[in-house]
């Protein structure tokens, strides 16, 4: 998701001419006739228009099990929102916070798919959350592993208590430490398939919030 030069050189050189990859590509842009090499898609969409594309498409497979024909984007609107919600709070140029979102909505299509009957709540993020993170003034590159953490605080010890803990300096380590074991269990359970997912550990190496 990052929008730096190494984001653009790791599609490039890892992913861009994939079978794979070019199959579903021509799904995101069907409606683009001619070439899909690089530059043209660029050129054409920019990209944050090639991104959207691209997550819009897997979506749609998690959601349905197949790809569609062609992209509407309607089932990333969610995703923007919350992208621009909490922009503020995160430096640009990574799009972490899009990652995270994505991220939610795809483990939703896939609970969703594989239990029909279950009752399942369609927000990214509860607005008592997002409001949490929004307050942190600081920036941080990890607004994903800050979202995942202000998420499971919420949903485990209140907004309120979260707050006043903060309020008083606390780090991750003192909230972590209000936590039942369960509780533990269960956050450090979504941390790992998160960080698994997205190949990323660096949320094991430091411990402040």
Not at 85 to 98: A, M
């Amino acid at each position: 998701m990052q929008t730096t030069g190494s984001g653009y050189q790791f599609l490039r050189k890892n992913l861009w001419d994939k079978p794979h990859f070019q199959a579903i590509l021509s799904r995101a842009c069907a409606d683009i006739k001619g070439s899909l090499s690089f530059e043209r898609i660029i050129n054409s969409l920019g990209w944050y228009g090639l991104r959207d594309r691209l997550a819009s498409t897997y979506l749609y497979h998690q959601e349905h099990g197949y790809y569609p024909d062609i992209v509407l984007l309607k089932n990333i609107e969610d995703i923007l929102h919350f992208e621009e919600e909490i922009k503020n709070q995160t430096l640009e140029g990574y799009g972490r916070h899009f990652l995270y979102a994505f991220y939610i909505k795809m483990n939703l299509y896939y609970i969703k798919r594989t239990n029909p009957k279950g009752t399942y709540h369609n927000h990214l993020m509860s607005k008592s959350s997002i409001e949490v993170v929004k307050s942190f003034s600081r920036k941080t590159i990890d607004i994903d592993w800050l979202c995942m953490s202000i998420h499971h605080f919420v949903e485990y010890l209140g907004e309120d208590k979260l707050r006043q803990v903060l309020a008083e300096g606390g780090s991750y380590k003192e909230l972590y430490k209000l936590l039942s074991e369960p509780q533990r269990y269960s956050i450090n359970e979504n941390f790992l398939s998160y960080a698994s997912s997205i190949r990323d550990d660096s949320p094991f190496l430091f411990a402040q919030v």
